[in-house]
């Protein structure tokens, strides 16, 4: 017994050690031969792990609705489910009763932080009382903040610099009006938007961002751009990461879809190469919904 595992070992060293020879020759030879080592293949969904998520927005109306609802959702999560990363962004008053209800099932979060950490600014909500409560994840940028709230790029660029010195994620929202859409200025929209949010943020903390494309056109609304339309702008978001920081980052920073996600569109999401997982609205306040979405099938 004791030969065969001394051979086996053995046999794992040599195959170990072949590995490594043929990574030194691949390694020296890749310079002159880009083809050998394809971008496009390590861009595939394989390569990130999905992440879906829900955003109640000023919902449910009572506590004991956020505590029906959040274990609700988490009871979905079965041993069968997709190996995916899971989260419910909830308004703050919900944040400790929804993360009690879900347990270690998944990540409760916060839908918004102020950049300021403690003053004068009354209604506002720091970074570090959430982190004291357990929240390792905020979003920033939601078009609802943009359009209802006036937060600029400037505000929101200084919400996630925050969140990320607090030693926190964040989910960077961008997305383009109907009308930037209608004159197909998407691809321009989100790399302003890109470039201004995610400024002075380096390369070793991108992989605490993930960005969440909402054409803001189909938010709420119950129009989903195509996933032939979605993959395109979320393939341009990747080149922009790119340009911004390099091709290993954009391969791997996680960009998911936001925008009118149902149970009916999200298998055909999830199965665009550049989709890495959603953002949900409405369905993620109804349990079977956002089962059916957290249980997706590629």
């Given at each position: 017994g004791f030969l065969s595992i001394k051979?086996?070992?053995?046999?794992?060293?040599?195959?170990?050690?072949?590995?490594i020879t043929l990574l030194s020759i691949l390694g020296s030879v890749s310079a002159f031969a880009p083809s050998l080592v394809g971008s496009r293949a390590s861009t595939h969904l394989d390569a990130r792990r999905p992440f879906i998520?829900?955003?109640?927005?000023?919902n449910p109306q009572t506590r004991d609705e956020a505590v029906s609802l959040a274990a609700d959702i988490?009871?979905?999560?079965?041993?069968?489910?997709?190996?995916?990363?899971?989260?419910?962004?909830?308004?703050?008053?919900?944040?400790?009763?929804a993360m009690s209800a879900v347990g270690n099932k998944l990540s409760v979060g916060a839908e918004g932080v102020c950049p300021q950490v403690q003053g004068a600014f009354t209604g506002a909500v720091s970074?570090?009382?959430l982190d004291s409560v357990g929240v390792k994840w905020a979003l920033a940028g939601?078009?609802?903040?943009?359009?209802?709230?006036?937060?600029?790029?400037?505000?929101?660029?200084?919400?996630?610099?925050r969140i990320i010195e607090q030693g926190m994620?964040?989910?960077?929202?961008?997305?383009e009006s109907e009308s930037e859409y209608e004159q197909n200025l998407a691809g321009s929209v989100c790399a302003v938007q890109l470039r201004k949010g995610l400024a002075g943020?380096?390369?070793?903390q991108m992989d605490r961002v993930v960005i969440a494309y909402e054409p803001v056109w189909a938010i709420g609304t119950g129009k989903v751009a195509t996933p032939e339309v979605a993959q395109s702008v979320h393939s341009t978001c990747r080149s922009i990461i790119a340009a911004m920081y390099d091709q290993e980052t954009a391969d791997s920073v996680r960009v998911l879809y936001g925008g009118s996600v149902t149970p009916e569109s999200v298998d055909e999401l999830m199965g665009q190469p550049d989709i890495d997982g959603a953002l949900v609205?409405?369905?993620?306040?109804d349990s079977e919904k956002f089962g059916r979405i957290i249980n997706f099938q590629v």
């Open positions: 051979q086996h070992c053995k046999s794992l060293l040599t195959m170990k050690l072949s590995a998520s829900g955003n109640w927005k000023l988490a009871s979905k999560i079965t041993d069968d489910s997709p190996d995916a990363d899971v989260a419910l962004f909830v308004p703050y008053v919900f944040i400790e009763s970074t570090t009382m939601h078009s609802e903040r943009r359009v209802i709230f006036g937060e600029a790029d400037e505000y929101i660029n200084a919400q996630c610099l994620s964040v989910m960077l929202c961008i997305g943020i380096s390369k070793e609205g409405g369905a993620s306040l």
